[in-house]
Structures are given as C-alpha cells and as structure tokens.
C-alpha cells in the first residue's frame, strides 16, 4: 500500500500542471497514458500467440485520440470547422484498413486472422474511442474543474474499496476475473465514492478561485459520485478480462504498485464516459 501511495502522489505531482494547463499539455498527458496502455494491450494478446497488428493498434488510437481533440486538431487545421464527423472517418477508414491488413495475413497462412483481426478493432476503438473521453471531459466548459470532480471522486472509491477488501474482504466479488476483489470492498467503494462526490460538490462550489467553480449542488454530486462508483468497476474488470485471457497478473511494471498505464487508467475509461454524458445532460 505505501508503495502504490508513493506512486499516485508521484503521478498526481507530475498531472497536475498538465490538468490545469489543458490543451495540448493535457492531451499529451493523456495520448502517453492511452499510446502507452494500447502497447500494452497487443503485449498482452501476443503472449498467447495472437497476432493483432502492432502499427495499426496502437497507430490508430492515437490517431483517434488526435481527432476527438478540438485543441489539436484546430491547431493541425486552424482554418477549418472542426467536426466530430472527422473522427468517425479515421475511425472507419481504420477498421477497413484492419480487415485489409488481416486479409492478407490469412492469405500468408496464418489461420487466427479473423480472431487477430477481432483483437486489433477492439484495441484501437476501446482505447482510442473511448479513452478520448477524457480529452473530451477536459474540453468541456470548466473541464479542468470536472476532471478534478470524477477522477479524485473514482480515486477515492477504488482506495477504500482496496484496503478493506483487502482486509475484510470475504465474498468473491468476481473470482474468475479478480479473485481479490470483494463485495465488501465494492460496497465500501460505493458508499466512499458517494460521499466525497458530495464533498468535491461542496468544496468545488463554495471555494472560488480565478479560473471559476462549478455550480453543482451536493446532492448532485453525490448521485454522480453514486453511479461513478458503481459502474467503473466494471472498467477494472473489463481490463482483468484482458489479463487473464493473456495469463498475465498486470499489464506492465512502469508503474510501482499499480502496474502498467492499462491498470492506471483502466476505471478513468469509464469515469470520462459517464462524466461527460452526465454532464452534457444535466449541466449544458
């Protein structure tokens, strides 16, 4: 535990700049994190003899990422309106591109290509796709503020939801796809994510500093703080399913005590999603 703390006081030292600065700063925090998790990603896959195509995996999220982003993409085309229409072009053209590339390899004698091809699409929309929520949610209007509301809010549930399942755990919350989570530790999670989601509400709200606050009562932030922690386990498991599959226990070591950039941000994929529809509905 004292290992994992040092590391998040580490990572949260480094962030924070990038989180306040937004733009490019924050999209290159975020690019590494989710280049680096996609990597990861096809190590994963290759360790039990899949072959999804390295280039276009890991190519093709950032690509991904680079498109969703206002602040790159106006500073790629400054002239043009940007449009999310862009996006789901690359999108499709690199699904197509995939089916093209894995054609071929069938043709060379490799009889896994559909599965390989299967892997490859997955990697780049679930990490790319997705993960460009988190670009999103920080270029929403008061973004920086949202970010430091959902992940703290996700942070905060996940730590107690360790230490006392850790501690206390006694039912298997998913044995197969994490043995040493518990639904005590869940529980827990679900009641400590609530609450400081009332307190981040509270602090965020009544504290005002010159780059604004957010107008969010405590009870919304608590109800968000609420479903935040009930579903982004499920980001933690979706990336255990990845791991057992290629019989690995994290993965990567870049991280000590949390493993690779795949484990850091596993729940934060989750987090982005339902934070930012979250907010379009009831903030916009």
Same mark, same amino acid.
């Given at each position: 535990m004292a290992k994992r703390t040092v590391t998040a006081l580490l990572l949260l030292l480094i962030a924070m700049p990038a989180v306040l600065l +937004?733009?490019?700063?924050?999209? =290159?925090?975020? $690019?590494f994190f989710i280049v680096l998790a996609a990597w990861e990603y096809v190590r994963m896959f290759r360790a039990v003899h899949m072959q999804p195509a390295a280039w276009i995996t890991v190519g093709g999220t950032f690509l991904l990422l680079a498109a969703r982003s206002r602040t790159v993409m106006g500073f790629l085309f400054p002239s043009a309106d940007f449009s999310p229409? %862009?996006?789901?072009?690359? =999108?499709?053209c690199l699904v197509l591109i995939a089916m093209a590339v894995h054609l071929l390899s069938f043709e060379r004698g490799r009889d896994q290509a559909a599965l390989d091809f299967v892997i490859t699409?997955? $990697?780049?929309?679930?990490l790319g796709w997705i993960g460009a929520y988190l670009v999103d949610l920080?270029?929403?209007?008061? $973004? +920086?503020? %949202? =970010?430091?509301?959902?992940?703290?809010?996700? %942070?905060?549930?996940?730590?107690?939801?360790?230490?006392?399942?850790a501690k206390y755990g006694k039912h298997k919350l998913a044995p197969r796809l994490s043995p040493k989570k518990s639904w005590e530790g869940y529980w827990v999670g679900v009641?400590?994510? @609530?609450?400081? +989601?009332?307190?981040?509400a509270w602090a965020y709200h009544v504290n @005002?500093?010159?780059?604004?606050? =957010?107008?969010?009562?405590?009870?919304?932030?608590m109800s968000l703080g609420l479903v935040l922690s009930v579903l982004t386990t499920l980001g933690d498991l979706g990336e255990s399913l990845f791991k057992r599959q290629g019989g690995i226990k994290d993965?990567? @070591?870049?991280?000590? $005590?949390? +493993?690779?950039?795949?484990?850091?941000?596993?729940?934060?994929?989750w987090a982005a999603v339902i934070g930012v529809y979250w907010i379009q509905w009831f903030f916009l």
């Open positions: +937004g733009g490019i700063w924050f999209f =290159l925090l975020i $690019g229409q %862009w996006a789901a072009t690359i =999108l499709t699409i997955g $990697g780049f929309i679930y920080r270029e929403l209007p008061n $973004g +920086g503020w %949202w =970010l430091m509301f959902i992940l703290p809010t996700v %942070w905060m549930a996940d730590s107690s939801a360790y230490m006392i399942g009641v400590t994510g @609530t609450v400081y +989601g009332g307190f981040f @005002t500093f010159p780059v604004g606050h =957010l107008t969010i009562s405590i009870w919304q932030g993965s990567g @070591t870049l991280f000590p $005590g949390h +493993g690779g950039a795949f484990d850091r941000i596993d729940s934060w994929l």
